[in-house]
């Protein structure tokens, strides 16, 4: 099995007529930033502007694709083998975490080709794991857009308890406490998560498409 070759299929609909029947054009709108940064809330607000403009978007949330795609090796073993769950389960180990980022850079890669605007709001905190998804794209497909929240307002949002839980010690390798977040050196679009509402931002990210050219 492992002598079988993989051979990329063409599509009989191309990407210019799917993108002309959406009414947008297909591109990754990757919001990353520290946990409690305001990523989900944005993204999804972006998500129901684009939907009320009659454009095509879908966001793929972390805690989301946790439950399916990238689920945990517990969830993994009540549906399957405790064998298979050890195998294909993501935890957040730096490894795990990477494996997650290329998981989801690829179903946005296809979102994309699709005619859809991919939104994805993940922490993503290393540089690499970013920069290799943005290569898997042409030029101009992939949007880095960082949510730039002090980590001292992360953490009086804390929604979770997760900062909470981070600096007492119950859990180990936290981004932004005991593990790093590297935050993007030229993205796309920087959002001041310190002075602006998500409404406000999410009308940022709306104008960035149109400047664009991509709705």
Request: proline fraction near 4%.
């Amino acid at each position: 099995m492992s002598n079988i070759e993989v051979y990329w299929h063409e599509h009989a609909v191309s990407r210019e007529e799917r993108e002309a029947l959406n009414g947008n054009k297909g591109c990754v709108l990757w919001f990353t930033g520290l946990s409690a940064c305001g990523k989900s809330t944005i993204a999804n607000l972006v998500d129901h502007l684009l939907h009320k403009a009659g454009k095509h978007s879908f966001v793929l949330d972390g805690d989301n694709v946790r439950h399916g795609l990238n689920a945990a090796p517990k969830m993994l073993a009540e549906i399957h083998s405790e064998e298979f769950a050890k195998r294909f389960g993501l935890g957040f180990s730096a490894q795990d975490r990477e494996e997650n980022i290329r998981r989801i850079g690829a179903v946005a890669k296809l979102f994309a080709e699709a005619g859809l605007v991919a939104i994805t709001a993940f922490i993503s905190p290393y540089r690499i794991d970013r920069d290799r998804v943005r290569k898997q794209l042409p030029a101009g497909d992939f949007l880095e857009v960082f949510v730039d929240t002090p980590i001292e307002l992360c953490e009086q949002r804390d929604p979770k308890g997760l900062y909470k839980k981070a600096r007492s010690g119950e859990l180990k390798g936290f981004t932004g406490i005991d593990d790093p977040y590297e935050s993007p050196e030229k993205p796309e679009l920087v959002l001041d998560g310190s002075k602006k509402t998500a409404a406000q931002l999410a009308d940022e990210v709306i104008a960035f498409l149109k400047a664009k050219g991509k709705i």
